[in-house]
């Protein structure tokens, strides 16, 4: 974060921080607070090495960074993950076109899995088939890799389509209440009208509005090529996931907090990531841990109608025709 973004973050909360000094002592500043909050999140110690870095008692601390999450969210949600809208999707849609070569594409979808330490009486509830205790960030990403929403605290022993599908997200995408574009022929062809779409991983439930990779191993060269092109799309997410955890290290380690004060961590950790990343881009060292696209999964196995599977088709000899192909691909299958 540079300074001059430092210096706006800080103006943009620093009402809500200032306290009021006493006869007994002086308040703590909003701009030790915020810096307090950044050092934690940003190098993933501990309270106790903030204590002896800032001389600020642990339950002070503590207090301090989770006052401060919250009012980041508050402050930050509206600007820095706006309200979705037909037209954010058709710039989102374009913005995959020109640097993912995948068309009618609105977002891409995916889970990470946020370790944190068993809360009391919680049974299995978190336990994940990671085998460890976690918090889900369900979130979609725009291919300039920035969250567009999020869905954060569900049970890690949840599965990624049913916390999706519980989204208000998808709910009102099913009920029609969110706008999509409306469907038209993909660039260059005169097939029959394709509508826009979500892409996610084999994980998610095939609908007309999502798709995923096509399942098994004997697939058909054309069968190969999308779910390589799709792979090359939904890379994004989990590049965006990538750049969230090398930045905001204290997601690198579990989360020794109660379960709601790790959703407040999550919460800031996704509206700094999209601040900082409009402002100063992304360091190259933010991305070293994120998944290749050779370790992108692309099989799946065969569900959902008849509508949804057509479209995949439809798509698929696309890709194989002189405006809808890329020079590469035949490589990479």
Same mark, same amino acid.
């Given at each position: 974060m540079s300074v001059s973004s430092f210096d706006e973050l800080l103006q943009r909360v620093q009402t809500q921080l200032q306290r009021q000094?006493?006869?007994m002592r002086n308040c703590i500043q909003p701009e030790q607070m $915020? @810096? +307090?909050t950044l050092r934690y999140l940003a190098s993933g110690?501990?309270?106790?090495? %903030?204590y002896y870095s800032? =001389? %600020?008692g642990i339950s002070t601390i503590s207090k301090i960074v989770r006052e401060v999450c919250d009012i980041l969210w508050s402050c930050l949600a509206e600007e820095c993950i706006p309200k979705l809208t037909k037209e954010r999707f058709e710039s +989102? @849609?374009?913005?995959?076109?020109?640097r993912a070569n995948f068309f009618h594409c609105i977002i891409a979808v995916d889970?990470?899995?946020?370790r944190i330490v068993k809360p009391e009486f919680s049974g299995s509830l978190y336990y994940n088939y990671k085998s460890y205790f976690s918090v889900v960030l369900m979130a979609v990403a725009d291919s300039n890799y920035r969250f567009i929403y999020v869905d954060v605290g569900a049970y890690g022993s949840e599965c990624d389509s049913s916390i999706f599908n519980e989204s208000s997200l998808w709910k009102s995408i099913q009920k029609k209440s969110l706008e999509l574009p409306s469907a038209k022929p993909l660039p260059g062809s005169e097939a029959p009208n394709v509508p826009y779409f979500l892409i996610g991983d084999e994980a998610f439930g095939l609908n007309i509005n999502l798709l995923r990779p096509f399942g098994g191993k004997e697939l058909s060269q054309k069968k190969r090529i999308f779910n390589y092109r799709l792979s090359r799309a939904r890379r994004y997410v989990e590049c965006s996931f990538g750049i969230l955890t090398n930045k905001w290290r204290i997601l690198h380690r579990s $989360?020794? +907090?109660n379960t709601d004060f790790a959703v407040s961590i999550l919460k800031a950790c996704v509206v700094l990531h999209n601040f900082v990343r409009e402002r100063d881009g992304y360091n190259f060292e933010d991305t070293m841990t994120v998944v290749g696209m050779n370790d992108l999964p692309a099989q799946a196995n065969m569900q959902g109608? =008849? @509508?949804a599977n057509n479209i995949r088709n439809v798509l698929s000899d696309y890709f194989l025709t002189e405006v809808g192909k890329v020079s590469w691909q035949l490589s990479k299958i």
């Amino acid at each position: 974060m540079s300074v001059s973004s430092f210096d706006e973050l800080l103006q943009r909360v620093q009402t809500q921080l200032q306290r009021q000094d006493t006869n007994m002592r002086n308040c703590i500043q909003p701009e030790q607070m $915020l @810096a +307090v909050t950044l050092r934690y999140l940003a190098s993933g110690c501990s309270f106790t090495d %903030l204590y002896y870095s800032y =001389r %600020l008692g642990i339950s002070t601390i503590s207090k301090i960074v989770r006052e401060v999450c919250d009012i980041l969210w508050s402050c930050l949600a509206e600007e820095c993950i706006p309200k979705l809208t037909k037209e954010r999707f058709e710039s +989102v @849609a374009a913005g995959f076109e020109k640097r993912a070569n995948f068309f009618h594409c609105i977002i891409a979808v995916d889970g990470k899995h946020i370790r944190i330490v068993k809360p009391e009486f919680s049974g299995s509830l978190y336990y994940n088939y990671k085998s460890y205790f976690s918090v889900v960030l369900m979130a979609v990403a725009d291919s300039n890799y920035r969250f567009i929403y999020v869905d954060v605290g569900a049970y890690g022993s949840e599965c990624d389509s049913s916390i999706f599908n519980e989204s208000s997200l998808w709910k009102s995408i099913q009920k029609k209440s969110l706008e999509l574009p409306s469907a038209k022929p993909l660039p260059g062809s005169e097939a029959p009208n394709v509508p826009y779409f979500l892409i996610g991983d084999e994980a998610f439930g095939l609908n007309i509005n999502l798709l995923r990779p096509f399942g098994g191993k004997e697939l058909s060269q054309k069968k190969r090529i999308f779910n390589y092109r799709l792979s090359r799309a939904r890379r994004y997410v989990e590049c965006s996931f990538g750049i969230l955890t090398n930045k905001w290290r204290i997601l690198h380690r579990s $989360l020794n +907090v109660n379960t709601d004060f790790a959703v407040s961590i999550l919460k800031a950790c996704v509206v700094l990531h999209n601040f900082v990343r409009e402002r100063d881009g992304y360091n190259f060292e933010d991305t070293m841990t994120v998944v290749g696209m050779n370790d992108l999964p692309a099989q799946a196995n065969m569900q959902g109608g =008849r @509508a949804a599977n057509n479209i995949r088709n439809v798509l698929s000899d696309y890709f194989l025709t002189e405006v809808g192909k890329v020079s590469w691909q035949l490589s990479k299958i």
